[in-house]
Protein backbone atom coordinates (compact mmCIF):
# COMPACT_ATOMS: atom_id res chain seq x y z
CA UNK A 1 0.00 0.00 0.00
CA UNK A 2 1.10 3.28 -1.00
CA UNK A 3 -0.60 6.25 -0.05
CA UNK A 4 0.51 8.81 -2.12
CA UNK A 5 -0.52 6.18 -5.08
CA UNK A 6 -4.06 5.73 -3.03
CA UNK A 7 -4.46 9.70 -3.01
CA UNK A 8 -3.67 10.05 -6.52
CA UNK A 9 -6.21 7.04 -7.52
CA UNK A 10 -8.37 8.71 -5.60
CA UNK A 11 -8.37 12.15 -6.97
CA UNK A 12 -8.54 10.92 -10.17
CA UNK A 13 -11.28 8.52 -9.44
CA UNK A 14 -13.11 10.80 -8.10
CA UNK A 15 -12.93 14.03 -9.89
CA UNK A 16 -15.09 15.79 -12.87
CA UNK A 17 -18.41 14.13 -12.95
CA UNK A 18 -17.44 10.68 -11.84
CA UNK A 19 -18.25 10.66 -8.33
CA UNK A 20 -21.98 12.31 -9.61
CA UNK A 21 -22.06 8.88 -11.39
CA UNK A 22 -20.93 6.90 -8.30
CA UNK A 23 -23.72 8.52 -6.27
CA UNK A 24 -26.19 8.22 -9.25
CA UNK A 25 -26.91 4.69 -8.66
CA UNK A 26 -26.89 4.37 -4.49
CA UNK A 27 -29.62 7.26 -4.86
CA UNK A 28 -31.68 5.44 -7.16
CA UNK A 29 -31.86 2.35 -4.63
CA UNK A 30 -32.45 4.42 -1.31
CA UNK A 31 -35.24 6.28 -3.64
CA UNK A 32 -36.75 2.58 -4.59
CA UNK A 33 -36.85 1.13 -1.31
CA UNK A 34 -37.62 4.38 0.60
CA UNK A 35 -40.88 4.82 -2.07
CA UNK A 36 -41.66 0.80 -1.49
CA UNK A 37 -41.54 1.14 2.58
CA UNK A 38 -44.09 4.34 2.06
CA UNK A 39 -46.07 2.23 -0.39
CA UNK A 40 -45.96 -1.05 1.03
CA UNK A 41 -44.26 -0.62 4.59
CA UNK A 42 -42.20 -3.17 6.04
CA UNK A 43 -42.18 -6.68 3.63
CA UNK A 44 -39.31 -9.08 3.97
CA UNK A 45 -39.99 -10.07 0.30
CA UNK A 46 -39.58 -7.52 -1.60
CA UNK A 47 -36.22 -5.99 0.30
CA UNK A 48 -35.05 -9.84 -0.88
CA UNK A 49 -36.06 -9.08 -4.27
CA UNK A 50 -34.66 -5.37 -4.33
CA UNK A 51 -31.77 -6.12 -2.02
CA UNK A 52 -30.42 -9.52 -4.55
CA UNK A 53 -31.77 -8.08 -7.66
CA UNK A 54 -30.60 -4.55 -7.56
CA UNK A 55 -27.88 -3.51 -5.22
CA UNK A 56 -26.22 -7.09 -5.42
CA UNK A 57 -26.67 -7.75 -8.97
CA UNK A 58 -26.92 -4.21 -10.42
CA UNK A 59 -25.90 -1.90 -8.39
CA UNK A 60 -22.38 -3.34 -6.77
CA UNK A 61 -21.14 -4.91 -10.03
CA UNK A 62 -21.62 -1.42 -12.28
CA UNK A 63 -19.60 0.20 -9.24
CA UNK A 64 -17.52 -1.94 -9.13
CA UNK A 65 -16.97 -1.72 -12.92
CA UNK A 66 -16.45 2.16 -12.72
CA UNK A 67 -14.29 2.21 -9.67
CA UNK A 68 -12.14 -0.69 -10.71
CA UNK A 69 -11.69 -0.62 -13.93
CA UNK A 70 -11.76 3.56 -13.51
CA UNK A 71 -8.46 3.26 -11.05
CA UNK A 72 -6.23 2.00 -13.80
CA UNK A 73 -7.72 2.26 -16.92
CA UNK A 74 -7.73 5.35 -18.11
CA UNK A 75 -4.10 6.63 -16.73
CA UNK A 76 -3.06 3.16 -19.06
CA UNK A 77 -4.86 4.47 -21.98
CA UNK A 78 -3.51 8.48 -21.44
CA UNK A 79 -0.20 7.15 -20.41
CA UNK A 80 0.00 9.20 -17.40
CA UNK A 81 0.58 5.76 -15.34
CA UNK A 82 4.20 6.36 -16.66
CA UNK A 83 4.87 8.67 -13.64
CA UNK A 84 3.90 6.14 -11.19
CA UNK A 85 5.82 3.07 -13.37
CA UNK A 86 8.94 5.06 -13.41
CA UNK A 87 9.45 5.28 -9.41
CA UNK A 88 11.71 2.55 -7.74
CA UNK A 89 7.84 1.17 -6.52
CA UNK A 90 6.92 -2.54 -6.54
CA UNK A 91 4.10 -3.16 -9.15
CA UNK A 92 2.04 -5.23 -6.63
CA UNK A 93 1.99 -2.40 -4.55
CA UNK A 94 0.81 -0.15 -7.02
CA UNK A 95 -2.03 -2.58 -7.85
CA UNK A 96 -2.93 -3.37 -4.17
CA UNK A 97 -3.31 0.61 -3.60
CA UNK A 98 -5.27 0.90 -6.15
CA UNK A 99 -7.25 -2.09 -5.43
CA UNK A 100 -7.94 -0.31 -2.21
CA UNK A 101 -9.06 2.76 -3.17
CA UNK A 102 -11.61 1.04 -5.73
CA UNK A 103 -13.08 -1.31 -2.95
CA UNK A 104 -13.34 1.73 -0.62
CA UNK A 105 -15.24 3.67 -3.15
CA UNK A 106 -17.54 0.45 -3.48
CA UNK A 107 -17.96 0.34 0.24
CA UNK A 108 -19.18 3.39 0.27
CA UNK A 109 -21.43 3.92 -2.29
CA UNK A 110 -22.48 -0.15 -2.33
CA UNK A 111 -22.41 -1.61 0.66
CA UNK A 112 -23.19 1.03 2.92
CA UNK A 113 -26.31 1.77 0.69
CA UNK A 114 -27.46 -1.66 1.15
CA UNK A 115 -27.22 -1.90 4.41
CA UNK A 116 -29.27 1.13 4.67
CA UNK A 117 -32.25 -0.06 2.04
CA UNK A 118 -32.50 -3.32 3.91
CA UNK A 119 -33.19 -1.39 6.99
CA UNK A 120 -35.48 0.82 5.28
CA UNK A 121 -37.28 -2.18 3.79
CA UNK A 122 -37.08 -4.72 6.48
CA UNK A 123 -36.19 -3.26 9.61
CA UNK A 124 -34.11 -5.08 11.41
CA UNK A 125 -36.00 -8.81 9.82
CA UNK A 126 -34.08 -11.56 10.54
CA UNK A 127 -30.82 -9.98 9.65
CA UNK A 128 -31.67 -9.63 5.76
CA UNK A 129 -29.88 -5.89 5.72
CA UNK A 130 -26.61 -6.60 7.05
CA UNK A 131 -26.65 -10.47 5.22
CA UNK A 132 -26.58 -8.35 1.60
CA UNK A 133 -24.58 -4.92 3.08
CA UNK A 134 -21.86 -7.95 4.04
CA UNK A 135 -22.69 -9.36 0.55
CA UNK A 136 -22.35 -6.30 -1.77
CA UNK A 137 -18.87 -5.85 0.37
CA UNK A 138 -17.68 -8.87 -0.55
CA UNK A 139 -18.86 -9.10 -4.35
CA UNK A 140 -17.33 -5.24 -4.47
CA UNK A 141 -13.90 -6.77 -3.50
CA UNK A 142 -13.95 -9.61 -5.67
CA UNK A 143 -15.51 -7.85 -8.82
CA UNK A 144 -12.93 -5.05 -8.16
CA UNK A 145 -10.03 -7.39 -8.15
CA UNK A 146 -11.51 -8.59 -11.45
CA UNK A 147 -12.16 -5.26 -13.15
CA UNK A 148 -8.55 -3.76 -12.27
CA UNK A 149 -7.24 -6.57 -13.58
CA UNK A 150 -9.35 -6.60 -16.96
CA UNK A 151 -7.98 -2.49 -17.01
CA UNK A 152 -4.96 -3.54 -16.64
CA UNK A 153 -5.15 -6.37 -19.48
CA UNK A 154 -7.43 -4.79 -22.54
CA UNK A 155 -8.75 -1.24 -23.43
CA UNK A 156 -11.87 -2.42 -23.74
CA UNK A 157 -12.36 -3.32 -19.76
CA UNK A 158 -15.55 -1.97 -19.49
CA UNK A 159 -17.36 -3.64 -22.30
CA UNK A 160 -15.61 -6.69 -21.10
CA UNK A 161 -17.02 -6.36 -17.79
CA UNK A 162 -20.30 -5.57 -18.70
CA UNK A 163 -20.64 -8.78 -20.82
CA UNK A 164 -19.27 -10.77 -18.16
CA UNK A 165 -21.91 -9.24 -15.34
CA UNK A 166 -24.74 -8.68 -17.54
CA UNK A 167 -24.57 -11.81 -20.11
CA UNK A 168 -22.70 -14.37 -18.48
CA UNK A 169 -23.36 -13.66 -14.78
CA UNK A 170 -27.55 -12.43 -15.30
CA UNK A 171 -28.88 -13.60 -18.20
CA UNK A 172 -26.25 -17.09 -18.78
CA UNK A 173 -26.26 -17.56 -15.21
CA UNK A 174 -29.81 -16.99 -15.08
CA UNK A 175 -30.88 -19.96 -17.66
CA UNK A 176 -27.47 -22.12 -17.33
CA UNK A 177 -27.10 -23.03 -13.53
CA UNK A 178 -23.65 -24.38 -14.05
CA UNK A 179 -22.59 -20.95 -14.98
CA UNK A 180 -23.87 -19.66 -11.94
CA UNK A 181 -20.60 -21.66 -10.34
CA UNK A 182 -18.68 -19.23 -12.09
CA UNK A 183 -20.04 -16.02 -10.76
CA UNK A 184 -18.93 -13.54 -8.11
CA UNK A 185 -22.21 -12.80 -7.68
CA UNK A 186 -23.42 -16.56 -6.25
CA UNK A 187 -20.48 -16.52 -3.94
CA UNK A 188 -21.84 -13.29 -2.46
CA UNK A 189 -25.28 -14.84 -2.29
CA UNK A 190 -23.51 -17.59 -0.22
CA UNK A 191 -21.95 -15.52 2.22
CA UNK A 192 -25.34 -13.48 2.81
CA UNK A 193 -26.89 -16.80 2.79
CA UNK A 194 -25.15 -18.06 5.73
CA UNK A 195 -24.97 -13.90 7.90
CA UNK A 196 -29.01 -14.46 7.24
CA UNK A 197 -29.19 -17.85 8.53
CA UNK A 198 -32.15 -20.15 9.69
CA UNK A 199 -34.65 -17.59 8.22
CA UNK A 200 -32.70 -17.64 4.75
CA UNK A 201 -34.36 -20.15 3.42
CA UNK A 202 -38.10 -19.35 4.48
CA UNK A 203 -36.85 -15.43 2.75
CA UNK A 204 -35.73 -17.25 -0.94
CA UNK A 205 -32.57 -16.20 -0.55
CA UNK A 206 -30.26 -19.43 -1.56
CA UNK A 207 -27.28 -19.49 -3.66
CA UNK A 208 -25.77 -21.91 -6.34
CA UNK A 209 -22.67 -22.50 -4.67
CA UNK A 210 -22.30 -23.76 -0.53
CA UNK A 211 -20.23 -21.25 1.37
CA UNK A 212 -17.68 -23.76 1.94
CA UNK A 213 -17.13 -23.15 -2.02
CA UNK A 214 -17.85 -19.56 -2.26
CA UNK A 215 -14.94 -18.57 0.66
CA UNK A 216 -12.15 -19.92 -1.24
CA UNK A 217 -12.75 -19.00 -4.09
CA UNK A 218 -13.84 -15.23 -3.55
CA UNK A 219 -10.32 -15.24 -1.40
CA UNK A 220 -8.80 -16.49 -4.90
CA UNK A 221 -10.68 -14.21 -7.23
CA UNK A 222 -9.37 -11.75 -5.17
CA UNK A 223 -5.81 -12.76 -4.51
CA UNK A 224 -5.28 -13.72 -8.04
CA UNK A 225 -6.36 -11.10 -9.90
CA UNK A 226 -4.42 -8.96 -7.89
CA UNK A 227 -1.27 -11.06 -8.61
CA UNK A 228 -1.55 -11.26 -12.17
CA UNK A 229 -2.05 -7.11 -12.70
CA UNK A 230 0.61 -6.86 -10.88
CA UNK A 231 2.58 -8.78 -13.08
CA UNK A 232 1.35 -7.41 -15.75
CA UNK A 233 1.98 -3.79 -14.74
CA UNK A 234 5.57 -4.95 -14.48
CA UNK A 235 5.78 -5.46 -18.03
CA UNK A 236 3.15 -3.09 -19.17
CA UNK A 237 4.58 -1.53 -22.65
CA UNK A 238 4.00 1.83 -23.06
CA UNK A 239 4.92 2.72 -26.63
CA UNK A 240 5.57 6.43 -27.74
CA UNK A 241 3.40 8.30 -30.46
CA UNK A 242 5.12 7.20 -33.32
CA UNK B 1 28.01 9.54 -13.47
CA UNK B 2 26.31 6.61 -15.77
CA UNK B 3 26.75 5.36 -19.09
CA UNK B 4 24.30 3.69 -20.77
CA UNK B 5 24.70 0.78 -23.06
CA UNK B 6 22.85 -0.52 -26.03
CA UNK B 7 24.14 -3.42 -27.33
CA UNK B 8 22.65 -4.56 -31.03
CA UNK B 9 19.47 -3.73 -30.48
CA UNK B 10 16.38 -4.49 -32.02
CA UNK B 11 12.95 -4.12 -31.43
CA UNK B 12 10.16 -5.21 -33.95
CA UNK B 13 6.19 -5.01 -33.67
CA UNK B 14 5.06 -8.11 -35.89
CA UNK B 15 6.20 -7.74 -38.95
CA UNK B 16 7.42 -3.59 -38.48
CA UNK B 17 11.05 -3.38 -37.49
CA UNK B 18 10.90 0.21 -35.56
CA UNK B 19 14.82 -0.49 -34.37
CA UNK B 20 17.36 -2.41 -36.04
CA UNK B 21 20.41 -3.55 -34.48
CA UNK B 22 21.47 -0.44 -33.12
CA UNK B 23 24.45 -0.43 -30.10
CA UNK B 24 25.34 2.44 -29.24
CA UNK B 25 26.85 3.98 -25.52
CA UNK B 26 25.62 7.31 -24.35
CA UNK B 27 27.87 8.57 -21.44
CA UNK B 28 27.60 12.14 -19.26
CA UNK B 29 27.22 15.40 -20.97
CA UNK B 30 23.82 16.00 -23.44
CA UNK B 31 23.45 13.84 -26.17
CA UNK B 32 20.83 14.63 -28.95
CA UNK B 33 19.22 11.86 -30.86
CA UNK B 34 18.19 13.19 -34.11
CA UNK B 35 16.02 11.63 -37.05
CA UNK B 36 13.19 12.06 -38.72
CA UNK B 37 9.55 11.04 -37.21
CA UNK B 38 9.01 7.22 -37.48
CA UNK B 39 13.00 6.61 -37.29
CA UNK B 40 12.49 5.01 -33.95
CA UNK B 41 13.76 7.49 -31.45
CA UNK B 42 10.92 7.25 -29.55
CA UNK B 43 10.93 3.05 -29.39
CA UNK B 44 14.62 3.43 -28.63
CA UNK B 45 14.29 5.85 -25.56
CA UNK B 46 10.84 3.66 -24.39
CA UNK B 47 13.63 0.66 -24.39
CA UNK B 48 16.14 2.75 -22.68
CA UNK B 49 13.19 3.86 -19.65
CA UNK B 50 12.60 -0.06 -19.19
CA UNK B 51 8.55 -0.06 -21.08
CA UNK B 52 9.19 -2.14 -23.59
CA UNK B 53 11.76 -4.97 -23.87
CA UNK B 54 14.15 -5.16 -26.79
CA UNK B 55 12.96 -7.94 -28.94
CA UNK B 56 16.98 -8.66 -29.61
CA UNK B 57 19.94 -7.40 -27.58
CA UNK B 58 20.09 -5.44 -24.27
CA UNK B 59 19.89 -2.18 -22.91
CA UNK B 60 21.92 -1.88 -19.41
CA UNK B 61 22.62 1.25 -17.18
CA UNK B 62 25.64 1.28 -15.72
CA UNK B 63 25.96 -2.68 -16.37
CA UNK B 64 22.51 -3.25 -15.22
CA UNK B 65 19.40 -4.54 -17.14
CA UNK B 66 16.80 -1.58 -17.51
CA UNK B 67 13.86 -4.27 -18.05
CA UNK B 68 11.67 -4.80 -15.30
CA UNK B 69 14.12 -3.47 -13.01
CA UNK B 70 12.22 -1.04 -10.41
CA UNK B 71 15.15 -0.05 -8.63
CA UNK B 72 16.81 1.62 -11.70
CA UNK B 73 14.28 5.00 -11.76
CA UNK B 74 16.39 6.08 -8.56
CA UNK B 75 18.60 6.83 -11.24
CA UNK B 76 16.76 8.00 -14.27
CA UNK B 77 14.36 10.73 -14.80
CA UNK B 78 12.06 10.27 -17.78
CA UNK B 79 10.11 13.27 -19.79
CA UNK B 80 7.83 11.58 -21.68
CA UNK B 81 6.46 12.54 -25.14
CA UNK B 82 2.99 12.04 -24.16
CA UNK B 83 0.97 15.23 -22.38
CA UNK B 84 -1.07 13.23 -19.90
CA UNK B 85 -0.33 14.11 -16.45
CA UNK B 86 -2.73 13.97 -13.14
CA UNK B 87 -4.03 17.10 -14.31
CA UNK B 88 -6.85 17.80 -11.71
CA UNK B 89 -3.85 18.52 -9.33
CA UNK B 90 -1.78 21.40 -9.38
CA UNK B 91 1.41 21.86 -10.41
CA UNK B 92 2.81 21.40 -6.69
CA UNK B 93 0.85 18.60 -5.81
CA UNK B 94 2.00 16.54 -8.50
CA UNK B 95 5.52 17.44 -8.09
CA UNK B 96 5.20 16.39 -4.55
CA UNK B 97 3.39 13.53 -5.59
CA UNK B 98 6.11 12.99 -7.81
CA UNK B 99 8.86 13.57 -4.61
CA UNK B 100 7.05 11.22 -2.59
CA UNK B 101 6.35 8.64 -4.82
CA UNK B 102 10.56 8.07 -4.91
CA UNK B 103 10.08 8.19 -1.21
CA UNK B 104 12.93 10.86 -0.40
CA UNK B 105 14.14 11.89 2.65
CA UNK B 106 12.31 15.12 2.36
CA UNK B 107 9.67 15.24 -0.18
CA UNK B 108 8.37 19.02 0.12
CA UNK B 109 11.90 20.80 -0.09
CA UNK B 110 12.87 18.49 -2.94
CA UNK B 111 9.55 19.39 -4.62
CA UNK B 112 10.41 23.20 -4.15
CA UNK B 113 14.09 22.47 -5.44
CA UNK B 114 12.72 20.73 -8.77
CA UNK B 115 9.97 24.26 -9.02
CA UNK B 116 12.64 26.20 -8.98
CA UNK B 117 14.67 24.98 -11.67
CA UNK B 118 11.80 24.76 -13.90
CA UNK B 119 10.59 28.53 -13.17
CA UNK B 120 7.46 27.12 -12.21
CA UNK B 121 6.79 28.29 -8.93
CA UNK B 122 4.56 30.98 -9.61
CA UNK B 123 2.21 29.26 -11.60
CA UNK B 124 2.79 26.09 -8.78
CA UNK B 125 -0.72 26.75 -7.32
CA UNK B 126 -2.83 26.17 -10.53
CA UNK B 127 -4.28 23.15 -11.79
CA UNK B 128 -1.95 21.49 -14.40
CA UNK B 129 -4.93 21.05 -16.90
CA UNK B 130 -4.95 24.89 -16.91
CA UNK B 131 -1.53 25.46 -17.62
CA UNK B 132 0.12 25.80 -21.53
CA UNK B 133 2.02 23.60 -23.51
CA UNK B 134 5.45 24.86 -22.59
CA UNK B 135 4.27 25.41 -18.78
CA UNK B 136 3.35 21.68 -18.55
CA UNK B 137 6.27 20.26 -20.93
CA UNK B 138 8.17 22.32 -17.47
CA UNK B 139 6.03 20.61 -14.54
CA UNK B 140 7.50 17.30 -16.72
CA UNK B 141 11.01 17.91 -16.49
CA UNK B 142 10.23 19.09 -12.46
CA UNK B 143 8.76 16.02 -11.84
CA UNK B 144 11.93 13.99 -13.48
CA UNK B 145 14.22 16.32 -11.57
CA UNK B 146 12.69 15.32 -8.49
CA UNK B 147 15.16 13.37 -7.19
CA UNK B 148 17.98 14.79 -8.62
CA UNK B 149 18.95 11.90 -11.26
CA UNK B 150 22.33 11.22 -12.89
CA UNK B 151 20.20 10.27 -15.90
CA UNK B 152 17.82 12.49 -17.92
CA UNK B 153 15.75 11.26 -20.62
CA UNK B 154 13.37 13.47 -22.93
CA UNK B 155 11.58 12.48 -25.70
CA UNK B 156 10.99 15.00 -27.68
CA UNK B 157 11.16 17.64 -25.05
CA UNK B 158 10.74 20.68 -27.44
CA UNK B 159 7.80 19.84 -29.09
CA UNK B 160 5.61 22.87 -28.81
CA UNK B 161 7.41 24.81 -27.27
CA UNK B 162 7.74 29.00 -28.12
CA UNK B 163 11.15 30.09 -29.12
CA UNK B 164 12.46 31.75 -25.32
CA UNK B 165 10.84 28.13 -23.94
CA UNK B 166 13.15 25.87 -26.39
CA UNK B 167 15.85 29.15 -25.44
CA UNK B 168 15.45 28.08 -21.26
CA UNK B 169 14.89 24.24 -21.78
CA UNK B 170 18.05 24.48 -24.09
CA UNK B 171 19.74 26.19 -21.20
CA UNK B 172 18.87 24.02 -18.54
CA UNK B 173 19.81 20.66 -20.29
CA UNK B 174 23.00 22.50 -21.44
CA UNK B 175 23.60 23.40 -17.12
CA UNK B 176 22.32 19.54 -16.61
CA UNK B 177 25.24 18.08 -18.74
CA UNK B 178 28.27 20.37 -17.36
CA UNK B 179 27.14 19.09 -14.10
CA UNK B 180 28.02 15.88 -15.46
CA UNK B 181 24.74 14.36 -15.84
CA UNK B 182 23.85 11.92 -18.77
CA UNK B 183 21.08 13.73 -20.54
CA UNK B 184 19.10 12.22 -23.72
CA UNK B 185 16.84 13.87 -25.60
CA UNK B 186 15.19 13.11 -29.01
CA UNK B 187 14.79 15.53 -32.05
CA UNK B 188 14.03 15.66 -35.60
CA UNK B 189 15.32 19.26 -35.81
CA UNK B 190 19.07 19.23 -36.30
CA UNK B 191 19.45 22.95 -35.31
CA UNK B 192 17.93 22.40 -31.92
CA UNK B 193 20.30 19.45 -31.50
CA UNK B 194 23.33 21.20 -32.34
CA UNK B 195 22.46 24.20 -30.25
CA UNK B 196 22.31 22.09 -27.17
CA UNK B 197 24.17 18.88 -27.79
CA UNK B 198 27.89 18.13 -27.58
CA UNK B 199 27.39 14.62 -29.21
CA UNK B 200 24.74 13.64 -32.02
CA UNK B 201 23.09 9.92 -32.43
CA UNK B 202 21.28 9.81 -35.61
CA UNK B 203 18.78 7.46 -36.14
CA UNK B 204 17.36 6.77 -39.77
CA UNK B 205 14.78 3.95 -40.22
CA UNK B 206 15.22 2.10 -37.41
CA UNK B 207 19.16 2.03 -37.74
CA UNK B 208 21.96 4.06 -36.15
CA UNK B 209 22.89 6.15 -38.92
CA UNK B 210 25.85 7.89 -37.72
CA UNK B 211 27.19 9.38 -34.50
CA UNK B 212 29.58 11.73 -32.85
CA UNK B 213 30.26 15.76 -32.56
CA UNK B 214 27.98 17.90 -33.89
CA UNK B 215 30.38 19.19 -36.32
CA UNK B 216 31.46 15.80 -37.39
CA UNK B 217 27.95 15.15 -38.40
CA UNK B 218 27.13 18.56 -40.13
CA UNK B 219 30.16 18.43 -42.33
CA UNK B 220 29.00 15.10 -43.65
CA UNK B 221 25.27 16.87 -44.05
CA UNK B 222 27.59 19.93 -45.98
CA UNK B 223 29.70 17.90 -48.14
CA UNK B 224 27.64 15.90 -49.70
CA UNK B 225 26.80 16.01 -53.12
CA UNK B 226 24.02 18.45 -53.84
CA UNK B 227 20.84 17.67 -56.31
CA UNK B 228 19.03 21.06 -58.07
CA UNK B 229 15.94 20.34 -59.90
CA UNK B 230 15.83 23.23 -62.76
CA UNK B 231 13.64 24.16 -65.33
CA UNK B 232 14.45 26.32 -68.14
CA UNK B 233 13.03 27.96 -71.70
CA UNK B 234 16.15 25.68 -72.97
CA UNK B 235 16.59 22.58 -70.76
CA UNK B 236 18.91 20.83 -73.87
CA UNK B 237 21.13 23.48 -74.13
CA UNK B 238 21.43 24.30 -70.74
CA UNK B 239 21.90 20.10 -70.08
CA UNK B 240 25.01 20.08 -72.30
CA UNK B 241 26.32 23.32 -70.74
CA UNK B 242 26.30 22.71 -67.07
CA UNK B 243 28.08 18.84 -68.73
CA UNK B 244 30.43 21.05 -69.81
CA UNK B 245 31.58 22.52 -67.10
CA UNK B 246 33.30 20.69 -63.99
CA UNK B 247 30.75 22.28 -61.16
CA UNK B 248 28.18 19.15 -62.06
CA UNK B 249 28.95 15.53 -62.25
CA UNK B 250 25.84 14.39 -63.62
CA UNK B 251 22.93 15.68 -65.66
CA UNK B 252 19.41 13.58 -66.14
CA UNK B 253 16.80 15.26 -68.42
CA UNK B 254 13.60 14.48 -67.46
CA UNK B 255 9.62 14.48 -68.32
CA UNK B 256 8.02 16.08 -71.38
CA UNK B 257 7.41 12.59 -72.79
CA UNK B 258 7.32 12.44 -76.84
CA UNK B 259 8.49 16.13 -77.63
CA UNK B 260 11.50 15.10 -75.49
CA UNK B 261 12.50 12.13 -76.97
CA UNK B 262 11.47 13.40 -80.17
CA UNK B 263 14.06 15.91 -79.71
CA UNK B 264 12.11 18.88 -80.31
CA UNK B 265 14.42 21.42 -78.30
CA UNK B 266 12.82 24.98 -78.60
CA UNK B 267 9.40 24.26 -76.85
CA UNK B 268 10.17 26.28 -74.39
CA UNK B 269 8.41 26.64 -70.82
CA UNK B 270 5.77 24.62 -72.25
CA UNK B 271 7.58 21.70 -72.80
CA UNK B 272 7.25 20.17 -69.49
CA UNK B 273 11.16 18.73 -69.26
CA UNK B 274 13.17 19.42 -65.91
CA UNK B 275 16.66 18.70 -65.63
CA UNK B 276 18.63 17.30 -62.30
CA UNK B 277 21.78 17.94 -61.81
CA UNK B 278 23.91 16.64 -59.10
CA UNK B 279 26.44 19.31 -58.67
CA UNK B 280 29.75 18.25 -57.00
CA UNK B 281 30.53 21.16 -54.65
CA UNK B 282 27.90 22.87 -53.40
CA UNK B 283 29.23 26.68 -53.30
CA UNK B 284 30.58 26.71 -56.63
CA UNK B 285 27.74 24.94 -58.67
CA UNK B 286 25.56 27.98 -57.21
CA UNK B 287 27.75 30.61 -58.60
CA UNK B 288 28.40 28.82 -61.48
CA UNK B 289 24.81 28.29 -63.08
CA UNK B 290 23.66 32.22 -63.78
CA UNK B 291 27.04 32.51 -65.42
CA UNK B 292 26.65 29.46 -68.04
CA UNK B 293 22.66 30.52 -68.66
CA UNK B 294 23.99 34.16 -69.37
CA UNK B 295 26.55 33.10 -72.22
CA UNK B 296 24.39 30.73 -73.76
CA UNK B 297 21.40 33.33 -73.79
CA UNK B 298 18.79 30.40 -71.11
CA UNK B 299 16.56 32.10 -69.38
CA UNK B 300 16.21 30.12 -66.27
CA UNK B 301 12.61 29.59 -65.07
CA UNK B 302 13.09 27.49 -61.59
CA UNK B 303 16.15 26.29 -59.43
CA UNK B 304 15.25 24.39 -56.24
CA UNK B 305 17.43 22.55 -53.89
CA UNK B 306 15.57 18.51 -54.73
CA UNK B 307 17.08 16.92 -51.50
CA UNK B 308 17.29 19.61 -48.74
CA UNK B 309 14.41 17.39 -46.72
CA UNK B 310 16.17 16.55 -43.82
CA UNK B 311 15.04 12.82 -44.78
CA UNK B 312 17.38 12.51 -47.70
CA UNK B 313 19.94 14.29 -45.88
CA UNK B 314 19.57 11.45 -43.65
CA UNK B 315 19.34 8.45 -46.37
CA UNK B 316 22.59 9.97 -47.54
CA UNK B 317 24.35 9.66 -44.67
CA UNK B 318 22.52 6.08 -44.05
CA UNK B 319 24.26 5.33 -47.50
CA UNK B 320 22.99 3.37 -50.41
Not at chain 1, 74 to 103: C, H, M, N, Q, T
Not at chain 1, 130 to 154: D, I, S
Not at chain 1, 164 to 180: D, H, K, M, R, T
Not at chain 2, 7 to 27: C, E, P, Q, Y
Request: hydrophobic share 50%; aromatic share 6%.
Amino acid sequence: MNATVASLTARSLLGRRRALLLALLPAILLLLCGAARLVVGVEPDLSVGLLGGFALGTLVPLLALIAGTGAIGPEIDDGSIVYLLSKPLSRFRIVVSKLVVAIAVVMVAAAVPTLLAGRLLSGSFGGVAVGYAVGAAVAGMGYCALFLLLGVLTRNAVVVGLVYALIWESLIGGFVPGAQVASIQQWALAITERVIGLSAADLGVSSAVSFGAAVPLLVAVVIGCTWYAGLRLQSLRLTGEE
Amino acid sequence: MSTFALDKVSRWFGNVVAVNDVTMTIGPGVTGLLGPNGAGKSTLITMMSGFLSPSSGTVTLDGEQVWRNEAIYRRIGLVPEREAMYDLSTGWQFVLANARLHRLADPVSAARRALEVVDMTDAQDRAISTYSKGMAQRIKIATALVHDPPVLLLDEPFNGMDPRQRLQLMELLRSMGEEGRTVLFSSHILEEVEQVAGSIQVMVAGRHAASGDFRDIRRLMTERPHQYTIRSDDDRALASAIIADASASGVQLVGGGLAAAAGATDLGEGNGTALHVQATEFASFIHVLPQLANRHGIRLYEVSPADESLESVFSYLVGP
